[in-house]
C-alpha cells in the first residue's frame, strides 16, 4: 500500500487549505485513514481520523470545529479540510493508513504512512 499527500503549502492565518491523501495497492474496502502532524521541535500528534464507510470521524481538540476530515471510497482518498487556520497550525501533515474499521487515533496503531505535506500557516 502506497500513500501520496498533496495540497500542503502557504495561508495566512485565518484561511482555508485541503489537504488530500491518496492511496494505492492492495486495498479492500476495510481501512481506517488518519491524519497526523508533526511541528519543528515536537512530537507526531494525532490530529484527525474517519472510520472504514465515513461514519464515524474523531478529531483532537485543538482543531475540532476548524478541521474536517471526509473520504471518498471510490477514489480511495482522504481528504482534511482546514479552516481557520492558525500559526500553530504550522506542520508537516501525514496520512496513515491502517486495514482495520477504525476511528483509530494511536499513530503506533497504523502500518501504512504518507510522504508528508507541508502546511505553514502565516501571521
Known amino acids: 500500500v502506497q500513500l501520496q499527500a498533496s495540497g500542503g503549502g502557504l495561508v495566512q492565518a485565518g484561511g482555508s487549505l485541503r489537504v488530500s491523501c491518496a492511496a494505492s495497492?492492495?486495498?479492500?474496502?476495510?481501512?481506517?485513514m488518519g491524519w497526523f502532524r508533526q511541528a519543528p521541535g515536537k512530537e507526531r500528534e494525532f490530529v484527525a481520523t474517519?472510520?472504514?464507510?465515513?461514519?464515524?470521524?474523531d478529531y483532537a481538540d485543538s482543531v475540532k470545529g476548524r478541521f474536517t476530515i471526509s473520504r471518498d471510497n471510490a477514489k480511495n482518498t482522504v481528504y482534511l479540510q482546514m479552516n481557520s487556520l492558525k500559526s500553530e497550525d504550522t506542520a508537516v501533515y501525514y496520512c496513515?493508513?491502517?486495514?482495520?474499521?477504525?476511528?483509530?487515533?494511536?499513530?503506533?496503531?497504523?502500518?501504512?504512512w504518507g510522504q508528508g505535506t507541508q502546511v505553514t500557516v502565516s501571521s
Open positions: 474517519i472510520n472504514w464507510s465515513g461514519g464515524v470521524t
Open positions: 495497492g492492495r486495498l479492500s474496502s476495510i481501512y481506517v
Open positions: 496513515a493508513l491502517d486495514r482495520t474499521y477504525g476511528p483509530l487515533k494511536e499513530s503506533d496503531e497504523y502500518d501504512y
